[in-house]
């Protein structure tokens, strides 16, 4: 899941592309490139390594060029290095092509080219494609692009140029997102839209199998038939504030200190006169006569598609799966007719979500998607969106999506439950009082971080954490696991508390730092034997709670107290510190919490 950008206009294409390409990086960064065209050449720069090491190497020194393309890299085939970083030629150097995606029968293709005398240098998929466009190219790049995209199977979102069309950009997509940034006198090419904010709102998202031909001037869009399509301008709501860092070191961090107040937005926006109302509650349609959800996400938005699971069976009384993306497809789920799919996805582009719903969709299953990004995919391929409005997240690692995404969870099962008489009035009511205070009481620990920084400072060595919750705050062990793993490279993992003395108790001894999330609920007397049981085994225990932790005091080394609220409302308020603990470990041990190693923001392959 690379990030791809394309630019023609009047400004100095090559900080156009860097700047772009930067804003691009979460979506991957092991190698980086550009190329543009310049007195009828083609120039190429491209590197391993990050986009601030391609602007030094380039020294400063402005091309002169108008028309360009450029590439971030998550390596999918060949290595990061500098020969399979893109842009990709042909043998005459006469076409550049950037691409995000996976072309799976790139070998069949290479191995055909080669026998008609083209010369490969890298080991990628997409060097086919440069190949290909050489091999058919007949004066009209339509036809040939169109001869092109017959030949090649898998993913992908290409931007091209070329010297025999030194005023043109074209962009395909299939599988891989793309859209069109129209601007006065310019246009662009991204994958997403923090790239191209900067110089335009008015954006045209590309469909499956479509094709962009544009000049500085006029965007033209044809489909695979190479028939014209006209498309609808979208404007885009995001301030570009949104998309930089506004003062803080890391996105991270900013998106963290942004939950309060996205939910507290939220609330404004759904709570009208005490009544939940989400988009004109239209979506109510689809729970009608349904028996059986399935959810289906990856990642972080699996765990909040979790905490689904929990509560809309507590409170709606029909049974609900959730599924992890990636192994749905391929277990022949039982889709039954009163079956209803929720997929839950931040950016809207995760490639296994997607081909969950476009298995159910064959299937005749109804979609309803909780989505932060408008216009994705999974936006467009749904039979409806909720938006969680959580605003741009550029952190690879997610936090306030993931609040987001419980609290919508959380209102679209309460009003539910409330339209089947399963909750009264009087019970929505309370909740939602509750509710209401969460802000504020996030608001409160976030002025603990100093606290948890000190606290992160005595285990920030350790290469082995386990967390452990029970009920809803399995899953929050379960994500705040993912929260360490992927941003300090911490082997951590979260588990079921009553299931560590089935197995995973054995890893225990001194080396093992356990953060327990232990709130005083139902279920404290529970957990707080399971944290006694690896106590004994001389776990350091550190305890998240919300009470006065009397009996905590003599079992934890380390104890971070948060506000007191509900159960159904405590996964909100207690992945707090544990995205604070995570975020500043990672800190101590010098990793790049913003772009972790190995990792993109939107995974749009397989
Ligand atoms: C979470 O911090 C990760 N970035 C990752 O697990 C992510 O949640 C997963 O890839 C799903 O992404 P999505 O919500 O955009 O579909």
Redesign the pocket.
Known sequence: MCGIIGYIGNKNVDSVLLVGLEKLEYRGYDSVGIALISNNEIFVKKQKGRIRDLANSLNGTPLKAKIGIGHTRWATHGKPSDINAHPHLDCKRRFAVVHNGVIENFEKLKKKLIKKGHKFISETDTEVIPHLLEEYYNGDILKTVLKVVRELKGSYALAIISKFHPDKIIGVRKGSPLIVGIGEGENLLSSDIPAILSHTRKIITLNEEEIVIMDKENVKIYDFHGKEKRKRIRYIEWEEDMIEKGGYPYFMLKEIHEQPKVIEENLKRVIINGEIKIQENEFLNFFKNKNHIIFQ?????YHASLYGKYIFEKYLKIFVDSDLSSEFRYREPLLLKNTLMIA???????AD?LEGIRLAKKKKIPILSIVNVKGSTIDRESNYTIYINAGPEIG???TK?YTAQLLYLLLICLLISYKRNIIKKKQLKEIIHELEKIPDKIRYILGKEEEIAEIAKKYYKFNNVIFLGRGLHYVTALEGA??LK?ISYIHATGYAAGEMKHGPIALIDKNWPVIAIIPKNYLYQKMLSNVMEVKAREAKIIAITDGTPTELKKIAESIIIIPKTIPILEPILNIIPLQLFAYHVALLRGCDVDKPRN?A???TVE
């Open positions: 996400a990856a990642g972080t938005s839950v996805s931040q950016s809207g582009e995760t979500t690879v690692a997610s999506a993912l929260k992927e990792l923001k939107s995974v």
